[in-house]
């Protein structure tokens, strides 16, 4: 396996018999996912996509990797939360946080349409100056207000600096199959397109179309991040006593009966921060329901030792920690000896840094539990394309099963509809005008 649960530093935490006694409930839930008669059971792709993906669009997406690779020094993905979330957290994982600075024959990637900063646009606008760009866009609909501004700005971008007929071959949609405004205008256009699956909710959506293309942009494997998600789709179907994401849903729920309000998912290599952004979104927006849910927070560690450790260590005993143990890193560093041990760390050389930073892994997760806070250990064999997926697919099913125990639609998200609406309303959206007259009148 590429991933195994370790509930070792659990002791003190967690009765005999509490793994025992929510089993039940815990395969309960999986039946109902399984059997596809639960909330929200309409957007359920994702849960055989590892195997029943659509191949021919698979080998079409590698296509349109390769050209982009062959036309572009800069790569604009344009989407907001699921749309972009999972792509650039798996290429920051796979690659490195500093893709862009590498020396590679792949583009430079920029992330567009997650947020409305004038600032920002313009920085990346700038980036782009003489440089040759594609741009991968990804909407449903292409009416979302983030992506839909940022699509504006950089389609006319392509069309004067290429003409219109060359900034068609640099533009790749990622949107719904049959419907909705980038749909058609990718029709009109004469766009590439590929699918979001109608059966797949954006924040399950990265082994779609909506991931794969930027991630195999930016030269991974995506036959190997698939082969991995297929192999923990098979894995996690086995009963309970012997599947790990099935615990791992059934502990958080356990924590959260016991009053815990937090899940801090915490990792010791830099590279995994977008990866804890996705888990944030996964959670976040699939549990926070019905005034229920753990809230989903993360911390790079040992760097967020030196800002939050105080507060786990000594502050309100409101969570617990997912600690992601991962065994064997890209790259390691050998410490050598100084002469004048200057810094007293002479005691450290001889042996290589990833040493060091696992007796931090260890030293804090004693102390943690030690101070009362539990701690659950994923650890992971490495970070290639392989054991991402099976983590993609970990968390994606366990976050399912945990909905589903909790009483909620793990699929929907219906309070993510307010803001847009008071939005659209100061904005002056039309339809929204008695509304907008109410809010401002709020607002002064």
């Known amino acids: 396996m590429a991933l195994k649960l370790n509930t070792s530093y659990l002791s003190g935490f967690l009765g005999d018999e509490e793994l025992k006694g929510i089993a039940v409930q815990t395969e309960a839930a999986a039946k109902v996912l399984h059997d596809k008669n639960g909330l929200g059971s309409d957007f359920l792709g994702w849960l055989t996509l590892p195997t029943d993906y659509d191949k021919e669009e698979f080998a079409r997406i590698k296509e349109a990797a390769a050209r982009i690779k062959a036309q572009a020094d800069v790569l604009i993905v344009i989407g907001i939360g699921g749309s972009y979330l999972g792509a650039r957290a798996a290429i920051e994982l796979l690659k490195s946080p500093f893709y862009n600075n590498m020396k590679k024959d792949t583009p430079d990637i920029y992330y567009v349409g997650n947020n409305i900063s004038p600032t920002y646009l313009n920085e990346v606008l700038s980036i782009c100056e003489g440089r040759d760009i594609a741009v991968n866009v990804i909407s449903k609909s292409g009416t979302t207000t983030e992506p839909a ?12 600096k290429y003409g219109k007929d060359e900034a068609k071959k640099r533009i790749y949609c990622t949107t719904d199959k049959a419907r909705g405004t980038l749909k058609n205008l990718a029709d009109a256009e004469g766009y590439e397109s590929f699918v979001i699956p109608d059966d797949v909710g954006g924040r399950f959506s990265v082994l779609t179309a909506v991931g794969l293309l930027p991630i195999a942009a930016a030269g991974c494997d995506i036959d190997k991040l698939m082969a991995g998600a297929a192999a923990a789709q098979k894995a996690y179907t086995a009963p309970f006593a012997e599947n790990d994401c099935y615990k791992y849903a059934a502990l958080r729920n356990i924590f959260y009966r016991k009053g815990k309000a937090v899940e801090m998912v915490v990792s010791y290599d830099p590279s995994m921060a977008m990866m804890n952004e996705w888990y944030k979104q996964l959670y976040g927006e699939s549990e926070g329901k019905d005034n229920k849910g753990l809230f989903p927070s993360s911390a790079i560690f040992s760097t967020d030792l030196h800002s939050m450790g105080q507060y786990i260590q000594d502050g309100a005993r409101l969570l617990f920690e997912t600690v992601i143990d991962i065994k064997k890193p890209k790259q390691d560093l050998f410490l050598e000896a100084d002469a004048e041990n200057a810094d007293g760390l002479n005691f450290l050389t001889g042996q290589n840094m990833s040493v060091v930073n696992r007796r931090a892994l260890e ?82």
């Open 363 to 444: 030293g804090t997760i004693l102390a943690h539990t030690e101070g009362g806070v539990p701690n659950i250990v994923l650890e992971l064999d490495d970070t290639a394309e392989e054991t991402l997926g099976w983590l993609i697919y970990f968390f994606e099913k366990a976050c399912a099963v945990s909905g589903y125990m909790l009483g909620v639609n793990p699929f929907n998200q219906p309070g993510v509809e307010s803001y847009k609406k008071n939005m659209f309303a100061l904005l002056g959206k039309p339809g929204y005008e008695d509304m907008k007259a109410a809010l401002e009148a709020k607002l002064h």
């Open 149 to 160: 501004l940022a699509f504006r700005i950089f389609k006319k971008l392509l069309e004067d």
